[in-house]
């Protein structure tokens, strides 16, 4: 019994790796190979729409600083996540005071076409964690696909 049980683990494992050099269970390396971009390097479209989406935010102006950000996006037409974002980022602002600026910290190149950026806005109180994410678009040029933010600042910290 002790004989089959190993031969059954073997037949196992030779089974697995077989399928995983098949491509079946193969890991998307080259998705955790990104580039990390200093500020200068990304396109400034993509830096000057964050800074205005800030900067409208700093003025208090929700509404406007997502319907601007979320122009062309597919995010625009989901009503109902765009009300609960602007409602969310209000939330914040009564808990961790108006937002005073913000500070670029970090970005990601995965491809030509994609990429994510990390912010700090500045509250009176405690700093919050932005993230966007940008795709280049045949059509419509850079166009955001993901924005979140969080209190979990430190996060930008490594252990």
């Known amino acids: 019994m002790k004989y089959f049980t190993l031969i059954f683990f073997i037949m196992i494992l030779l089974g697995i790796n077989a399928f995983s050099q098949d491509g079946?269970?193969?890991?998307?390396?080259?998705?955790?190979k990104f580039k990390s971009m200093n500020y200068d390097q990304i396109d400034k479209r993509i830096t000057r729409s964050i800074e205005d989406f800030?900067?409208?935010?700093?003025?208090?102006?929700?509404?406007?600083?997502?319907?601007?950000?979320?122009?062309?996006?597919?995010?625009?037409?989901?009503?109902?996540?765009?009300?609960?974002?602007?409602k969310q980022t209000q939330r914040s602002i009564d808990i961790y005071g108006d937002i005073l600026t913000s500070e670029f910290v970090s970005?990601?190149?995965?491809?030509?076409?994609?990429?994510?950026?990390r912010y700090l806005a500045l509250h009176s109180s405690y700093p919050m964690r932005w993230i966007f994410t940008f795709y280049r678009s045949p059509d419509k040029n850079w166009i955001v696909t993901n924005i979140k933010f969080d209190d979990l600042s430190e996060y930008f910290f490594s252990d």
Do not use: H, P
């Not at 079946?24 to 955790?32: F, P, S, V």
């Not at 800030?54 to 995010?75: E, G, H, M, P, Q």
């Not at 970005?107 to 950026?117: G, K, N, P, W």
């Open 24 to 32: 079946g269970l193969q890991k998307y390396d080259n998705l955790q």
């Open 54 to 86: 800030f900067n409208l935010l700093v003025k208090k102006d929700i509404r406007t600083a997502f319907d601007n950000i979320l122009k062309n996006s597919v995010i625009a037409l989901r009503r109902e996540e765009v009300d609960n974002l602007k």
């Open 107 to 117: 970005a990601e190149l995965v491809t030509d076409s994609y990429i994510r950026l």
